[in-house]
Antibody, heavy 123, light 108 residues
Framework: QLQLQESGPGLVKPSETLSLTCTVS??????????WGWIRQPPGKGLEWIGS???????YYNPSLKSRVTISVDTSKNQFSLKLSSVTAADTAVYYC???????????????WGQGTLVTVSS | DIQMTQSPSSLSASVGDRVTITCRAS??????LNWYQQKPGKAPKLLIY???SLQSGVPSRFSGSGSGTDFTLTISSLQPEDFATYYC??????????FGQGTKLEIK
């Protein structure tokens, strides 16, 4: 079955760039039916979609984060990555990667999700 | 942006109760509404997609309804494993996805 796993530093200094990778196993990231997304959750708070990518490299981002976010894909490694620049304490969160649909009739839903990784922004 | 508002924010109920959680969109989103369950320390799990379609493997005691701006998630008979936080998510906006603030379901 498809599994996703986030990896990357758990601690990032303010003003630096947060970098995470999501490794997909049990299926191909090059599937034409799906997109791949990042979602975050500050401690004790709700969920915020960050952005998504198609295996071709086509991306779209949350407008509130767009100026700081870059998502890329490496199909040879079955991975996609997140970079968030100029981080502050407000970017401290559990970061999840997930697969999602993009169906004109039924919309977009996220499934499955990775287990999540906590990234703390602190000096 | 489309805002999603869930009510109540928290809810206490007993095993066997019928529970309903509401999600309201700031504008019509047709049926582009999904529901997730999240347990502490775990990733969210998809329960319902497209307002009323049950995700494979999800127990039939979960159901979703609604269209336009008002949606409900119903658990017909609460089980101990259902105590969790529930989120709605809209995908009507062209490639801008937003979640509700969550509803925490606790044991009475």
């Amino acid at each position: 079955q498809l599994q996703l796993q986030e990896s990357g530093p758990g601690l990032v200094k303010p003003s630096e760039t947060l970098s995470l990778t999501c490794t997909v196993s049990g299926g191909s990231i090059s599937s034409s039916s799906y997109y791949w997304g990042w979602i975050r959750q500050p401690p004790g708070k709700g969920l915020e979609w960050i952005g998504s990518i198609y295996y071709s490299g086509s991306t779209y981002y949350n407008p509130s984060l767009k100026s700081r976010v870059t998502i890329s894909v490496d199909t040879s490694k079955n991975q996609f990555s997140l970079k968030l620049s100029s981080v502050t304490a407000a970017d401290t969160a559990v970061y999840y990667c997930a697969r999602h649909s993009d169906d004109i009739l039924t919309g977009c839903w996220f499934d499955p999700w990775g287990q999540g990784t906590l990234v703390t922004v602190s000096s | 942006d489309i805002q999603m508002t869930q009510s109540p924010s928290s809810l206490s109920a007993s095993v066997g109760d019928r529970v309903t959680i509401t999600c309201r969109a700031s504008q019509s989103i047709s049926s582009y509404l999904n529901w997730y369950q999240q347990k502490p320390g775990k990733a969210p799990k998809l329960l319902i997609y497209a307002a009323s379609s049950l995700q494979s493997g999800v127990p039939s005691r979960f159901s979703g309804s609604g269209s336009g701006t008002d949606f409900t998630l119903t658990i017909s008979s609460l089980q101990p494993e259902d105590f969790a936080t529930y989120y709605c998510q809209q995908s009507y906006s062209t490639r801008v996805y937003t979640f509700g603030q969550g509803t925490k379901l606790e044991i009475k």
